[in-house]
């Protein structure tokens, strides 16, 4: 990564400021084409029609999952339904978890709903204790969707021993803090939706200037940050030793489910990818985009547009990831080759994506880079 920094600090003189007019020099001319680019559309596009739809959609699986947690609490003997609720939300989460800009960005929604994996001994002690501050961050990783895997599926080697502590002698205390922690998760939701159904939306689209605290410049600088960050090194880099040097398979994303780390990383691929292009939440519609900003500028890369190499290396990334076990069979191979060519693949988009992108953007990088790629 320090190779590219020479490269993020010139982009930092070439930096607009103000107004939708921007210039960009292609790789194979010398021309400077003032290019005009309509932003607004773009924010109202990602608005009304990927960020919006996708919280009130989470929210509604949110919802569904309350009812049956509520349901099991009730009724401790299949975790069927309840799980099944689960995975519906968290696959769903997958796909709204890169808009930590503006209400979630204040109630730090994804450090409250997936930080993984669970911390089981503040899980453990918060039961005992019989009373707990959800709001405290120090009880982060123990609440959230992660911390409802390991209430689900951690508890016993099977789901008969998981059901005998519930309906045990402590088990109403399991009950209750399962109850609480989707609570929590549900209100957390409701707040960032309802905030964008509200004002934050008009404040969203009107702030369509080119600064750094422009809804454009944020919102690029956060999406890149999920997916280096996140998507990337949270659910491939960090379990496949990239950065320790060592195998961390306990670190993976739905621990204690089993199997199913490999399909939420494909989601969120997905998701990504999708919000590059502009498309909908749940329809093929596509509007003004990330891409089609790259378009209007003419950001030529060895003599390709870059929104096709960008594309191209997304498909790329989905190929060879598709083509993986699930991600515990992979890293239980040692050392696991597979699973750590496939995130080179994945890792091609980020220098795509945080230097030729904002390059062309004339979009500054604001967060620090230490994870040494």
């Not at 609570?183 to 404040?203: C, H, I, P, Q, R």
Request: net charge negative; charged share 20%.
């Amino acid at each position: 990564m320090k190779r590219i920094f020479g490269i993020l600090a010139i982009s930092l003189f070439i930096y607009a400021c103000g107004g939708d007019d921007t210039t960009v020099s292609t790789d194979d001319t010398d021309t400077v084409t003032p290019v005009t680019f309509d932003r607004s559309a773009m924010l109202t596009n990602w608005a009304d029609n990927i960020i919006i739809p996708g919280y009130q959609d989470f929210v509604a699986k949110v919802n569904t999952l309350e009812a049956q947690v509520a349901s099991f609490t009730d009724t401790p003997n299949d975790l069927t339904a309840v799980r099944a609720a689960w995975l519906d939300a968290y696959t769903t989460w997958q796909r709204v978890s890169m808009f930590e800009v503006g209400p979630a960005e204040t109630v730090n929604l994804r450090l409250n709903v997936n930080i993984y994996p669970a911390n089981v001994a503040t899980i453990e002690d918060n039961i005992t204790a019989g009373s707990y501050n959800l709001d405290l961050s120090s009880n982060r990783a123990a609440k959230g969707f992660p911390a409802i895997d390991y209430l689900l599926y951690g508890l016993g080697e099977d789901d008969a021993a998981i059901l005998a502590i519930y309906n045990g002698t402590n088990g109403d205390a399991y009950k209750q803090y399962l109850l609480d922690i989707t609570a929590d998760m549900k209100t957390l939701s409701t707040t960032v939706f309802n905030e964008w159904e509200g004002d934050y939306k008009e404040t969203f689209v009107a702030n369509d200037g080119a600064s750094a605290t422009a809804s454009t410049d944020r919102f690029v600088n956060d999406y890149i940050f999920y997916f280096e960050k996140h998507l990337r090194a949270g659910k491939m880099g960090i379990p496949g030793g990239v950065f320790s040097g060592s195998v961390e398979p306990n670190n993976i994303e739905a621990l204690y489910a089993g199997g199913i780390s490999k399909d939420l990383f494909i989601v969120g691929l997905n998701a990504t990818q999708d919000f590059f292009n502009g498309k909908a939440y749940n329809s093929s519609a596509q509007g003004e985009s990330l891409a089609s900003y790259l378009d209007e500028l003419n950001a030529i890369k060895d003599g390709a547009d870059l929104s096709e190499i960008i594309n191209s290396q997304f498909d790329v990334s989905r190929t060879v990831v598709s083509a993986l076990g699930n991600f515990e069979q992979e890293l239980a191979i040692n050392p696991p080759t597979n699973f750590l060519n496939a995130y080179d693949e994945v890792q091609r988009l980020v220098p795509l994506l945080k230097v030729d992108m904002v390059s062309a953007m004339s979009i500054s990088i604001d967060f620090a880079d230490a994870d040494g790629d």
